[in-house]
């Protein structure tokens, strides 16, 4: 309940700048028509385009639409800061997250920045931003994935990681890379939601993985296709996700943009985490040790009524409308980068509709050196990135299928990392504090002090003044003809008296 | 087809007709069928303005003038442009819905709430369609008869309080627009308001009037500070008049500056614009903030009403902004516009969110939040028009509320950024209330058994929702409609804009 409201109003935040930013559009082109901004975009003049905001501080009007825009992007897509409403949104049904946060809303940021490419390709700042903001989202939301025990967040902190590789990916103009890894993505990435739900169906609707362990003789079909996904997830040479995500990296390589070299560290940093929550995952919950006790003979009881951890009967695989989803998302999630990756991102497929300036095309310099799907898988086993992703591997493999005490001294022995992660760098309880708490608290001190006290105490104020001054002005009214004769004549002679005082100053 | 003197018509037939309804005293039911078919007939009568009126045609359609006062060279003049015909359509349309609210709710002097309903009625497109100075007075003082008498009759506990700082409030707002009017009368000879716009005026003589009229409009409207009558008034108000209150009264405060202070002090409005547009923000974020933590959701609704129509005066003042300091009267006219679908779709969805409340409180008789919880367990037909509704307060695309709102912040930003920045902040602060009210009211657990007992909407309450929802749908579907009525009255206030008077 919290958590709808909470994603309600995160993105109204993001749309907050969005607005903004169409409203600067408007004011920059004065049409919001696609074309002709796309067309006035062109002309010579649209970059150095400025406006005061402050007086005596003209600002590019480029930047800021851009950066306004992105706010949006930001609240769709789920980048740092915006990003905490995703998580908390996997609490909905687990079709919904992997068609929502897998596949198509959180993409919405992602389309609409390769959308204006036209506007961003104006300004060197905004992109800088947003490959800044996409880089730290990629490597520091990954991060909070290690020590995530529920499965389906594990999965959710893996979808935040993987949009920032993309926003990366339009941070150094290579809009076509993101779009692409959008694409590869929404097929692993719903496969691993949904085969986190398939676990979850016969874990009885528990998704603690400390609970799990040991499912894949029981799963097969959920086991295979979620290593599957997962092998694509961490971009195994010839896997979908291998296509889209090695390019994003060879082109923030290649990139010369001011950010670009953070953003490398990031996304290579990035590898070695997506491969150690990936193999986590599926260790914790497929592999090694079952965690959970079956008790026959406990039919009958309410599903909501079984206590964690305790089943009354073995785990069972999913029925079929379960894992032939699983099976037919398996297969792009292997497959489709091979027939696409040469039109998507070298041939073409995008047209017009996207527009790099000649001097940001990192894509056309990948370009020279593309041969082929196979040259490039290949080509990427002897790459860096498929070595950390090894490393990676080979870590998740000791730690938490070999030697699973080894995690729990790991966590005893970085007790202040590991609680920074578990608590997620502590970013919920200071909005909390800051915007929800704050924000009520303020409304009250407003409503009490403000409205209350200042704003109606003057009304009533003024009205209890009028009647006290009524009140004394009504002793004067008394009705009684005497004390009205007797102020006549007092009257009378103050004036006489006045009078005779002027008369005696003025010479005659 | 257009009914012969359609305005008279549309005046008179409540007012007659409320009469008519006063007169059934012993019959309850015969009271509110009788009101029920004059509503009907005066909103089927109003749609002959929709059709009679001639896009191409002249500004002002459907002239009636005759001679009034001849002493003073008052008129009897009536005329609508599309800005009126709007209003008019909304008043005849929300009062049916009144009527229908009313109908269960209101069980003493049944009669006499529903005269009072219909006299009401004629007195705001009274208001809205004469373009006499003194009439409009006229009318702009005696509907605060009507309203007086609901609120201070059928009202809460607290009612007495509520009338007399309603009164009291409003009424001291028209005097000053009062001793204006007088004021230009003494200049111009006449009460036309043409002659009124037309008076020259020098600089120091437009800023007393120009805040004579604030006086009397920014109360109506009302604008941060002098906004607390409308809480109070709100909260104590029976359900009905709520409805009227917040969906056609308030909308006589904008109507005003459009009609008053532009074309007669256009130069004290461009000088001042800077002051309208401050209180507007203040009223838009900082009013968001006192809405968020209100615990009486008739106080909640309220307060976010003070918000959207501070919709409406920015939108009324970064167009004179627009056109006389930036001479940008394509932005100045989608402001203007934006500022009149806003008070349309405040209208409606204002309107809806206090027949829902209304709703609530015939169930449970409070209107403590607190006091609800899990409606949409118990009342799912009643949860789905209220979330649609709040959604709407949101401004969500799609409903009423986002055209308006949005247009006035593209219009800002023209002027402005950092006033469309600030402005568009209701997005987060509108989200915020609504949807904390909404959560804790319909969804959750079910608060109790009292609540677990509320039946869901019966078909009188569900005829009303549906049709405040129809509304909502429509115009934030497809506003067309409404922008090409009101675009020639928006294109002629603008043009007048762009004359100094010194």
Known sequence: MYANLKAFIVNRVGDWGFVVGIAGALFWFGSLDYATVFAAALEPGAATYTVEIFPGHPWHVATIVCLCLFVGAMGKSAQVPLHVWLPDSMEGPTPISALIHAATMVTAGIFMVARMSPLYELSDVALSVVLVIGATTAFFTGLIGIVQNDIKRVVAYSTLSQLGYMTVALGVSAYAGGVYHLMTHAFFKALLFLGAGSVIIAMHHDQDMRRMGGLAKYMPITCVTMWLGSLALVAAPGFSGFFSKDLIIEAVAESQRWGAGYAYYCVMAGVFVTALYSFRLLYMTFHGKEHFVVEQGRHGVHDDQHQPGRLDHPPRESPWVVTVPLVLLAIPSVMIGWPTVAPALFGGWFGGSIRVAPANDVLAILGREFHGPLAMTLHGFTQPTFWIALAGFIVATYVWLYNPGVADKAKNALRPIYNLLDRKYWVNEVYDALFITGGIRMGRGFWKGGEVAVVDGAVNGSSTLVGRTAGVVRWIQSGYLYHYAFAMILGLIALMGWLWWITLRVPV | ?502
């Open chain 2, 1 to 502: 087809m257009t009914v012969p003197n359609i305005l008279s018509v549309l005046i008179w037939l409540p007012i007659v007709g409320g009469l008519a309804v006063f007169a059934c005293r012993r019959n309850a039911d015969a009271a509110r069928w009788l009101a029920l078919l004059v509503t009907l007939a005066t909103f089927i009568v109003s749609l002959g303005l929709l059709t009679g009126f001639v896009p191409d045609g002249p500004l002002m359609q459907f002239v009636e003038n005759h001679a009034w006062i001849t002493a003073l060279k008052s008129n009897y003049a009536l005329a609508a442009d599309g800005i009126a015909i709007a209003l008019i359509v909304l008043t005849t349309f929300t009062t049916i819905l009144v009527v229908v609210a009313s109908w269960g709710p209101i069980r003493e002097r049944v009669s006499q709430y529903m005269a009072a309903t219909l006299l009401l009625e004629g007195f705001l497109i009274g208001v809205f369609s004469t373009t006499d100075a003194l009439l409009f007075y006229v009318f702009f003082e005696a509907m605060l008869i009507p309203m007086f008498i609901i609120i201070g009759v059928w009202g809460g506990p607290r009612r007495v309080y509520a009338t007399l700082k309603f009164f009291i409030y409003t009424f001291f707002g028209s005097i000053f627009m009062l001793i204006a009017l007088i004021y230009l009368h003494l200049k111009t000879g006449e009460f036309s308001l043409a002659a009124f716009a037309a008076a020259p005026l020098s600089m120091t003589e437009q800023a007393w009037l120009f805040f004579a009229f604030f006086a009397g409009f920014a109360i109506k409207v009302p604008m941060w500070p002098v906004h607390t009558w409308l809480p109070d008034a709100h909260v104590e108000a029976p359900t009905g008049g709520s409805i009227t209150l917040a969906a056609i009264m308030l909308k006589v405060g904008g109507y005003g500056f459009i009609r008053f202070s532009l074309p007669i002090t256009p130069d004290a409005s461009i000088e001042y614009a800077w002051v309208m547009v401050a209180l507007s923000l203040i009223a838009i974020i900082y009013v968001g903030y006192v809405a968020l933590a209100q615990e009486d959701m008739k106080k909640l609704v309220a307060y976010s009403s003070v918000c959207h129509m501070g919709f409406v005066t920015l939108g009324v003042f970064i167009a004179v902004a627009l056109v006389r300091m930036d001479g940008n009267l394509g932005a100045a006219r989608l402001a203007t516009q934006g500022a009149m679908v806003q008070m349309i779709s405040h209208g409606v969805v204002s309107g809806a969110m206090f027949a829902c409340i209304g709703v609530m409180y015939d169930r449970l008789h409070t209107r403590t939040i607190t006091e609800y919880g899990g409606l949409a367990n118990v009342m799912p037909w009643f949860a789905a028009f209220m979330v649609m509704f709040s959604m709407a307060n949101t401004g969500l695309p799609g409903t009423s509320g986002f055209v308006g709102e949005f247009m006035i912040i593209l219009a800002s930003f023209q002027h402005s950024p950092l006033v469309a920045l600030a402005a568009a902040f209701t997005l987060v602060i509108s989200a915020g209330y609504t949807l904390w009210l909404v959560k804790r009211i319909i969804y959750g657990e079910i608060k109790n058994e009292k609540v677990a007992a509320m039946p869901d909407l019966n078909i009188r309450e569900w005829v009303v929702l549906a049709a405040f929802a129809a509304a909502v749908i429509g115009i934030g579907v497809y506003p067309k409609p409404l922008t090409d009525l009101m675009e020639p009255a928006v294109q002629q206030l603008v043009q007048q804009l762009t004359t100094a008077k010194v």
